[in-house]
């Protein structure tokens, strides 16, 4: 098997994984799935460390680096906003219940 | 690349996996989030545990700088410019791969007769699609955080440039396939930045979040051809995945809006623009002050709750929820019927009002409540407009025609709280308005609510 068709058939069995997992999301979750996935792709910083890291050229550590803080904003601020997103979601359980209290 | 870093990645892209099947479900979307986070660190700091990499500490040095620039922008952005914020961090991220790819093809120089031209195609949909994500989120963000017009913006000849420029790059592609020069690397970047805005400037203000889903979709394809051409099987299968939901999540949110996304991307460079003429009408309207509502609301039996952006532009949403209260408390039965689009994004009400601490059952989606307004005595629109124009089922020719709305015409009693006449995002004026069920609350959202909860309990 080539080399190329092992890279071609992990492709395309990702697409089908990657439409199949969300495939139920409801409407409410559309925002933070967006932006989990979205931080998802963040990963890219793996490959600005890898490709910033083997460099002797200095306009390309440079430009390496500034791919490396892009990079880590999209990564680190997207996980970090989802959850903040997600929180508001867990949070109301306790809410709901002070004020059914308050009512009895 | 030593075997025991190959499983490492294996085991981050299931992580990956897990990440966007627990984000689809809402008990463990918190988790799957969290999943993918950890995913994400570990194998970010894999590289420096087997390879001898050179500028370690500058390397960390950005790494701190751009991990504190994320979480500090992530934190500190309101709710309601939460999508503007979305956008932002996906045109990073495609400007982030692109340079990589760049400087991949730089670092190949010295032998670039032997890369593949598979290889090479890949750098430049890398280099090419990554700057289309960057520059067109970048407008994106201007439109949301209203730093320019959120109205298409279209000028004569923009098709003739759009499609030269995507040509342009095409060619372009071709020749970096050939040899593999770096100046086409260079050039196919800017065209990309300048196809970018040109894609994105004549969408209009509500269909935004559309475009934002879809760059999202672009960046994560961007990813996967970086993946490949790092020859990285982690960044092929995480990139992949989010190039494919997001592709999908794109199409799911458009059919909630009943548009079709080629419609939204090039509606109006086809003339028919994605906003209508927005026009104010001098036609009579009812309008009423707070106590009159506070009557109709205090003594009806049902009432549904009907919020828009507005509601969240004036921060509401905590007085809202008083309101519901004490209405609760009189014995009224009430609801929020949430569009699917209502606020900026799908399920951005949600988020909203989850953060004023509305119990979740109180929510309803919309199709499970449109049954319910012929039963209703009072629909309360708060900052909401275009999700409930009937013009969608009745005008052919509206820009919203054929988006599912909530049915708030079918009730008796409709209460509208606005600002001013002035149409809603679409910018299409609502008949709805001028209906003789329709009693208009003018001012804005937080005062018109502080001022009816006082009056309905005073009732």
Known sequence: ?104 | MPVWVQLVYLACSVCFILALKGLSGPRTARAGNLIGAAAAVVAVIVPFVYLDLDHVPLIVLAIIVGSAGGVVGARRVQMTQMPQMVALFNGVGGGAAALVALLELHEAQDVIDSVGWFTLAATAFTIAVGSVSFSGSIITFAKLQELMTSRPVVFPGLPVVFGAGLLAAVVLAVVEVQGGAMWTGVLLALLGLLVGVLLVLPVGGADVPIVISLLNAFTGLTVAAGGYVLSNTLLLVAGTLVGASGTFLTLLMARAMGRSVANIMFGALKGGSTLGAGEVSDRPVRSAGPEDVAILLGYAGKVIIVPGYGLAVAQAQHTLRELVDVLGDRGTVVDYAIHPVAGRMPGHMNVLLAEAQVPYEQLKEMDDINGEFKQTDVVLVVGANDVVNPAAKTTPGAPIYGMPILNADEAQQIVFMKRSMRPGFAGIENELLFDPKTTLLFGDAKDSLGKLLSAVKSL
């Open chain 1, 1 to 104: 098997m080539s080399e190329a068709v092992v890279w071609l058939t992990i492709f395309v069995l990702s697409v089908f994984v990657g439409i199949e997992v969300i495939s139920k999301v409801s409407s409410t979750l559309h925002t933070p799935l967006m932006s989990g996935a979205n931080a998802i792709h963040g990963v890219i910083l793996l490959g600005a460390v890898l490709v910033t890291g083997s460099t002797d050229n200095t306009l390309a550590l440079v430009v390496g680096l500034v791919a490396i803080v892009l990079a880590a904003v999209n990564m680190v601020g997207g996980f970090v906003v989802t959850d903040r997103m997600l929180q508001m979601f867990t949070r109301k359980k306790p809410a709901t219940a002070s004020r059914e209290e308050g009512k009895a």
